[in-house]
C-alpha cells in the first residue's frame, strides 16, 4: 500500500515539474491573448471653448484643435462649408488651403487662423469648420467650429420687426392641444386650428401638471427651432433682427422644446418662413387653480 502511495505522489511531482519547466499553463486554450484594442484617433477643440464665434468679413479668427491616437497619425485636414440664413448651401465642403499635412506623431495641436472672406459672402452666414485627423489604420475622427458671420457699419439689414403684448396660451386641460400662430396672431386647439396651419408655438404640459412647456409643431413639415433665455441676458425691449439672430445662433439650449417657462423667460424661435426669427417674453403664468395660462409678449421679423 505504501508503495502505490508513493508511486501516485512521484507522479504528481513529475507532472508539476514538466509543467513549470515546459512554461506550459494547465488552465491555456492554445489560443493567444487578445490584442489591444485599437481605438480611433481623437480630434479635440481647444480654443475657442464655446465652438462658435461672430466675426465680421475681414475678421481672423483663431481657432487651435488637439490630435492624439495610440497609433501613429498620418493625415490632417481641415475643411470650411458655409450656409446662408436662408439654409442655403452657399460653398460645399471645400479644403482650406494650407491645411492639409502629413504627420508621423501620436499627439500633436494644430491652429487654424481663419479671415472671414471679404468678398462673396453674405452677413448671417454660417461657416463650418472640420478638422479631420487620420491614424496609419485609416481611422479617421473630427470635429467642428463655427463662425457666424455678423454685420459690420456699412450693413443694413432688410427685415422689419412687428411687435404685439398682451396675448395669452392655455396650458392642455382638455386633452386638445392649445397652438398659438405668431404670424396672425391667432389662438386655436387642434380642432380648430388642424395642422398643417401657422401654428409656430404648442402648450405641451401632461395633465393634471401645468408646467408652461412649448413645443414646435410641425407646419408643413418643418420645426420652429426654441431658445430659451433670460431678460438678464436679452434685451427684449431693444431687440431687432441681428440679436435674434445671434441668441439663436450662439445658445447651446437649442431644440424644439422649451424647459418650464416662468416670468422673465425669453424664447426665441427660428421660424419655418426663413430666414425669420421671433421672440416673445413671458409675463405671467397661472397653473392649477388658475386660468392655468401664461400670458406674454412677441416680436417678428418680417420682409
Not at 462673396?120 to 454660417?126: G, K, L
Request: charge should be negative; glycine fraction near 6%; hydrophobic fraction near 35%.
Amino acid at each position: 500500500m505504501m508503495h502505490h502511495r508513493l508511486s501516485a505522489l512521484f507522479s504528481a511531482f513529475a507532472l508539476v515539474a514538466l509543467l513549470f519547466l515546459s512554461g506550459c499553463d494547465p488552465e491555456d486554450d492554445g489560443q493567444l491573448d487578445p490584442a489591444p484594442v485599437d481605438s480611433d484617433p481623437v480630434v479635440t477643440l481647444i480654443s475657442p471653448d464655446n465652438g462658435y464665434a461672430l466675426a465680421k468679413r475681414g475678421e481672423t479668427v483663431n481657432i487651435s484643435f488637439e490630435i492624439h491616437d495610440n497609433e501613429q497619425l498620418t493625415l490632417w485636414e481641415a475643411t470650411e462649408e458655409w450656409t446662408s440664413v436662408t439654409g442655403t448651401n452657399v460653398l460645399p465642403e471645400t479644403q482650406i488651403q494650407g491645411q492639409f499635412a502629413v504627420l508621423s506623431t501620436t499627439n500633436t495641436v494644430r491652429t487654424i487662423s481663419y479671415t472671414v472672406p471679404t468678398q462673396a459672402i453674405q452677413v448671417y452666414t454660417t461657416i463650418d469648420i472640420r478638422a479631420y485627423a487620420t491614424d496609419n489604420k485609416g481611422k479617421r475622427a473630427v470635429a467642428r467650429f463655427r463662425i457666424n458671420v455678423i454685420p459690420d457699419i456699412n450693413d443694413t439689414t432688410q427685415y422689419q420687426i412687428q411687435e404685439y403684448s398682451g396675448d395669452t396660451l392655455f396650458s392642455i386641460t382638455t386633452g386638445t392641444n392649445y397652438n398659438f400662430d405668431l404670424l396672425n396672431r391667432q389662438f386655436g386647439n387642434d380642432i380648430t386650428m388642424p395642422n398643417p396651419a401657422n401654428q409656430y408655438l404648442r402648450e405641451s404640459s401632461i395633465p393634471p401638471s401645468i408646467d408652461h412647456i412649448l413645443t414646435s409643431p410641425i407646419w408643413s413639415m418643418t420645426d420652429s427651432v426654441l431658445v430659451t433665455t433670460t431678460e438678464s441676458v436679452f434685451n427684449f425691449d431693444e431687440l431687432d433682427y441681428e440679436t435674434m439672430w445671434e441668441a439663436f445662433v450662439t445658445s447651446n439650449r437649442i431644440g424644439n422644446k422649451t424647459d418650464p417657462l416662468s416670468p422673465g423667460d425669453v424664447v426665441i424661435l427660428k421660424l419655418p418662413n426663413l430666414p425669420h426669427y421671433a421672440a416673445f417674453r413671458i409675463k405671467s403664468t397661472q397653473g392649477v387653480g388658475g386660468c392655468g395660462c401664461m400670458t406674454f409678449d412677441y416680436k417678428y421679423s418680417y420682409d
